[in-house]
């Protein structure tokens, strides 16, 4: 079932969504960066952007009872690998994000039409034309493919009947392994550039994460396509890992973990595997007491808890109870 249609069932029933928290003014400036209409009344304006493929992410935010949103550091992540401010309150990052979108939605629009009016240059002098260097990839663009194809679970008929939406998992999955393949294998940045690769990775699957609850019968993976896309990421994961400082990894790893967290109720025994994989080389040992640059206040060292601290202090208390009682 869509976002959507979820969302607009429990709006209908009155239930609080972070849209129906703004104002009439704000939500028609929302519609506005978004390059939708702005007239109409409250609820119209809420519907509007519910059903924006982009605006549908939005409807929710993250919460013990409702995980399924997004908190404010999801939407700062979407900001950073668009190459966007990612400072300000909840409403300026999503306006953000939806000025974004459709500014590059405009640009494209305009690069097609004048791509059609232009007119091709004959060589007269029977002379090869150059070779066209390679669109460079970038990490929004990346985010924005895999999120549409997990909207057009309820907007493509061909995902409309039974059978076809039980294959809407398995294109998402498969696009992603594709995506890994043209856009930084094929281009060499696992090989020149492992650094980027590894960035142009994560807005792939975290991208996936975001939007997994979308998924038409998320588990229904036939061709393993998610165990083949997560066997890319962890190749790429290992080129990487060498060049990585410690606040990188630790940054990788949180994503890696959410993404781990999102997929657990499924049996994705590849996919795990290779997460399991990824997440023990980007682990970050503990340095020794004497070691200077282990510094509480840097955010490295304060977003390395991953459990293991809290399990440590534990032991340590156990233990020191039993030498008092042996004593």
Not at 39 to 55: C, M, Q, T
Not at 231 to 250: D, F, M, N, Q
Request: aromatic share 6%; proline share 3%.
């Amino acid at each position: 079932m869509s976002m959507f249609i979820s969302a607009k069932r429990r709006y209908d029933k009155q239930v609080h969504t972070w849209y129906s928290g703004l104002t009439v003014e704000k939500l028609k400036y929302l519609c506005k960066a978004a390059g939708l209409s702005f007239s109409g009344n409250k609820d119209v304006l809420i519907e509007r952007l519910s059903s924006h493929h982009l605006g549908a992410l939005f409807i929710w935010v993250s919460s013990r009872a409702n995980p399924a949103g997004l908190t404010n550091t999801d939407l700062k992540e979407i900001c950073e690998g668009r190459g966007i401010a990612k400072t300000g309150s909840r409403y300026e990052l999503v306006c953000r994000i939806l000025q974004h979108e459709s500014n590059e939605a405009l640009t494209a629009a305009a690069a097609a039409k004048a791509k059609k009016k232009r007119k091709p240059l004959a060589h007269l002098s029977g002379q090869p034309l150059e070779a066209k260097k390679p669109r460079i990839s970038q990490p929004h663009v990346l985010y924005n493919r895999i999120q549409r194809k997990i909207n057009s679970g309820y907007t493509d008929e061909k995902y409309k009947s039974y059978s076809g939406s039980r294959a809407h998992a398995g294109d998402v999955y498969k696009l992603l392994s594709q995506a890994i393949n043209v856009e930084i294998t094929d281009k060499g940045y696992s090989q020149k550039n492992p650094k980027k690769a590894l960035e142009l990775a994560k807005a792939l699957f975290v991208s996936l994460t975001h939007g997994f609850q979308n998924i038409n019968y998320p588990g229904y993976d036939n061709m393993d396509s998610l165990g083949d896309a997560m066997g890319k990421l962890e190749t790429i994961v290992e080129s990487a890992c060498g060049l990585l400082s410690r606040e990188e990894k630790t940054k990788t790893l949180k994503w890696s973990e959410k993404l781990s967290v999102t997929i657990a109720p499924y049996d994705f025994t590849n996919a795990d595997d290779s997460l399991e994989s990824i997440m023990a080389m980007l682990s970050v040992e503990e340095s020794s007491g004497d070691d200077s640059d282990n510094d509480d206040r840097k955010p490295a060292a304060s977003k390395r808890n991953n459990g293991e601290d809290a399990a440590g202090t534990l032991a340590a208390k156990e233990n020191h109870a039993l030498n008092t009682a042996s004593h």
